[in-house]
T-cell receptor
Framework: DVKVTQSSRYLVKRTGEKVFLECVQD?????MFWYRQDPGLGLRLIYF???????EKGDIPEGYSVSREKKERFSLILESASTNQTSMYLC??????????????FGPGTRLTVL | SQQGEEDPQALSIQEGENATMNCSYK?????LQWYRQNSGRGLVHLIL?????REKHSGRLRVTLDTSKKSSSLLITASRAADTASYFC????????FGTGTSLTVIP
């Protein structure tokens, strides 16, 4: 079974702090994604990566950056946390199938609260 | 930008009844997937239907896909209280796009 793990289930930070959210997958997937989920807005794509050291902006990249130094690890960084970044953050990974993305495997999520 | 939209946003039924949720999308897709999410937990993949398929079954789940109407439906038969969760559709092509979800409550 694919396993996607996230470093924390719950996190509380203060405004202005630098926040690191870590995601690790154990199935040698090329593609990794970071989403945030807010009530009434569904999942919104923040950043994604199709290969090591590669990253692309999703729908809402402002205020975030990412790092993919190793294939299995994709980190989301909040350079200076703000209260509007309080949310559930979900990491996912996939592998290519017939030239397109296939089933996504999700981590359990990190609920981040910024005070 | 959201591509998938689920309908209804919330659904409440009695145990044993069937639950039907619909999903509409805007662009061409390679496949469409349905996910389930229990309150405060991560997403769980339920079923995938490819663009050249029209119907797929998995246990008590039945998914249909109409690419001409750009819509899909998820039917859960003989619902149970444990089916209470939010259900999302996601369209897959060059990227994934998720809908806002349908909140299903099954009353024992």
């Amino acid at each position: 079974d694919v396993k996607v793990t996230q470093s924390s289930r719950y996190l509380v930070k203060r405004t202005g702090e630098k926040v690191f959210l870590e995601c690790v997958q154990d199935m040698d997937h090329e593609n990794m994604f970071w989403y945030r989920q807010d009530p009434g807005l569904g999942l919104r794509l923040i950043y994604f990566s199709y290969d090591v050291k590669m990253k692309e902006k999703g729908d809402i990249p402002e205020g975030y950056s990412v790092s993919r130094e190793k294939k299995e690890r994709f980190s989301l960084i909040l350079e200076s946390a703000s209260t509007n970044q309080t949310s559930m953050y979900l990491c996912a990974s996939t592998t290519w199938s017939s030239g397109a993305t296939d089933t996504q495997y999700f981590g359990p999520g990190t609920r981040l609260t910024v005070l | 930008s959201q591509q998938g939209e689920e309908d209804p946003q919330a659904l409440s039924i009695q145990e044993g009844e069937n639950a039907t949720m619909n999903c509409s999308y805007k662009t061409s897709i390679n496949n469409l997937q349905w996910y389930r999410q229990n309150s405060g937990r991560g997403l769980v993949h339920l079923i995938l239907i490819r663009s050249n398929e029209r119907e797929k079954h998995s246990g008590r789940l039945r998914v249909t896909l109409d690419t001409s109407k750009k819509s899909s439906s998820l039917l859960i038969t003989a619902s149970r209280a444990a089916d209470t969760a939010s259900y999302f559709c996601a369209t897959a092509g060059n990227q994934f796009y998720f809908g806002t979800g349908t909140s299903l409550t099954v009353i024992p």
